[in-house]
Protein backbone atom coordinates (compact mmCIF):
# COMPACT_ATOMS: atom_id res chain seq x y z
CA UNK A 1 0.00 0.00 0.00
CA UNK A 2 1.29 3.80 -0.86
CA UNK A 3 -0.33 7.11 0.79
CA UNK A 4 0.37 10.08 -1.13
CA UNK A 5 0.34 13.51 0.90
CA UNK A 6 0.63 16.70 -0.76
CA UNK A 7 0.68 20.24 0.05
CA UNK A 8 1.83 23.74 -1.82
CA UNK A 9 -1.60 24.52 -2.90
CA UNK A 10 -3.08 27.99 -2.62
CA UNK A 11 -4.01 31.13 -4.61
CA UNK A 12 -1.55 32.85 -6.72
CA UNK A 13 -2.06 36.26 -9.27
CA UNK A 14 -1.55 35.34 -12.66
CA UNK A 15 1.74 35.17 -13.99
CA UNK A 16 3.18 34.27 -10.61
CA UNK A 17 4.59 30.73 -9.32
CA UNK A 18 3.63 28.34 -6.84
CA UNK A 19 5.26 24.76 -5.97
CA UNK A 20 3.31 21.85 -5.24
CA UNK A 21 4.75 18.58 -3.40
CA UNK A 22 3.74 15.42 -2.74
CA UNK A 23 5.64 13.03 -0.16
CA UNK A 24 5.07 9.33 -0.91
CA UNK A 25 4.98 6.28 2.04
CA UNK A 26 4.25 2.56 2.70
CA UNK A 27 5.23 0.60 -0.40
CA UNK A 28 7.22 3.17 -2.34
CA UNK A 29 9.63 0.33 -3.76
CA UNK A 30 6.58 -0.54 -5.68
CA UNK A 31 6.23 3.10 -7.46
CA UNK A 32 8.09 3.48 -10.44
CA UNK A 33 6.74 6.63 -12.09
CA UNK A 34 4.61 9.39 -10.13
CA UNK A 35 2.10 12.37 -12.06
CA UNK A 36 0.21 15.66 -11.05
CA UNK A 37 -3.09 15.62 -12.91
CA UNK A 38 -6.00 18.31 -12.22
CA UNK A 39 -9.75 18.64 -12.25
CA UNK A 40 -11.22 22.08 -13.40
CA UNK A 41 -15.16 22.23 -12.49
CA UNK A 42 -17.23 21.29 -15.77
CA UNK A 43 -14.15 19.25 -16.86
CA UNK A 44 -12.51 16.03 -17.29
CA UNK A 45 -9.35 15.03 -14.90
CA UNK A 46 -6.33 15.18 -17.14
CA UNK A 47 -2.84 14.14 -17.10
CA UNK A 48 -0.85 17.64 -17.06
CA UNK A 49 3.06 15.98 -16.07
CA UNK A 50 4.41 12.75 -15.36
CA UNK A 51 7.88 11.71 -14.31
CA UNK A 52 9.64 8.24 -14.46
CA UNK A 53 11.47 6.25 -11.94
CA UNK A 54 15.11 8.04 -12.36
CA UNK A 55 13.88 10.81 -13.58
CA UNK A 56 14.49 10.42 -17.30
CA UNK A 57 11.86 10.29 -18.88
CA UNK A 58 8.87 13.00 -18.46
CA UNK A 59 5.72 14.10 -20.26
CA UNK A 60 3.85 16.95 -20.09
CA UNK A 61 0.34 18.27 -21.57
CA UNK A 62 0.67 20.52 -24.33
CA UNK A 63 -0.84 23.36 -21.87
CA UNK A 64 1.78 23.53 -19.33
CA UNK A 65 4.79 22.80 -21.38
CA UNK A 66 7.65 25.26 -20.73
CA UNK A 67 5.54 26.52 -18.05
CA UNK A 68 5.47 23.43 -15.23
CA UNK A 69 8.52 21.26 -14.81
CA UNK A 70 7.75 18.23 -12.81
CA UNK A 71 10.72 16.54 -10.67
CA UNK A 72 11.45 14.25 -7.63
CA UNK A 73 13.79 13.24 -4.82
CA UNK A 74 13.42 9.41 -4.43
CA UNK A 75 15.80 9.49 -1.09
CA UNK A 76 12.66 11.71 0.53
CA UNK A 77 10.23 9.72 -1.73
CA UNK A 78 8.83 12.97 -2.89
CA UNK A 79 7.51 14.60 -6.43
CA UNK A 80 7.44 18.09 -7.06
CA UNK A 81 5.41 20.61 -10.00
CA UNK A 82 6.89 23.43 -9.84
CA UNK A 83 4.35 26.26 -11.70
CA UNK A 84 5.51 29.31 -13.28
CA UNK A 85 3.95 32.13 -15.66
CA UNK A 86 0.53 30.79 -14.26
CA UNK A 87 -2.75 31.54 -16.11
CA UNK A 88 -6.17 31.55 -14.80
CA UNK A 89 -6.73 28.64 -16.95
CA UNK A 90 -4.23 26.74 -14.61
CA UNK A 91 -6.71 27.04 -11.78
CA UNK A 92 -7.79 23.35 -10.87
CA UNK A 93 -7.95 20.85 -8.17
CA UNK A 94 -4.58 19.09 -8.28
CA UNK A 95 -4.12 15.51 -7.56
CA UNK A 96 -0.66 13.58 -7.00
CA UNK A 97 -0.52 10.01 -8.45
CA UNK A 98 1.88 6.84 -8.36
CA UNK A 99 1.98 3.72 -10.65
CA UNK A 100 4.02 0.55 -10.80
CA UNK A 101 3.74 0.40 -14.73
CA UNK A 102 7.17 0.93 -15.93
CA UNK A 103 6.34 1.52 -19.31
CA UNK A 104 2.87 3.46 -19.71
CA UNK A 105 2.76 6.32 -16.99
CA UNK A 106 0.94 8.77 -19.74
CA UNK A 107 -2.29 7.58 -19.29
CA UNK A 108 -4.91 7.86 -16.33
CA UNK A 109 -5.66 4.13 -16.41
CA UNK A 110 -2.04 3.24 -14.96
CA UNK A 111 -2.20 5.21 -11.78
CA UNK A 112 -3.49 2.69 -8.55
CA UNK A 113 -2.44 5.55 -5.59
CA UNK A 114 -4.18 9.03 -5.49
CA UNK A 115 -3.23 12.18 -2.87
CA UNK A 116 -6.42 13.77 -1.50
CA UNK A 117 -6.22 17.09 -3.99
CA UNK A 118 -4.88 20.26 -3.35
CA UNK A 119 -6.64 23.92 -4.41
CA UNK A 120 -5.08 25.74 -6.78
CA UNK A 121 -6.57 29.15 -8.23
CA UNK A 122 -4.77 31.81 -10.31
CA UNK A 123 -6.74 35.35 -10.46
CA UNK A 124 -6.73 37.50 -13.28
Known amino acids: QVQLVESGGGLVQAGGSLRLSCAAS????????MGWFRQAPGKERELVAA????????YYADSVKGRFTISRDNAKSTVYLEMNSLKPEDTAVYYCAATGNPYWFATRKAYDYWGQGTQVTVSS
Open 51 to 58: ISRRGGST
Open 26 to 33: GRTCSIYA
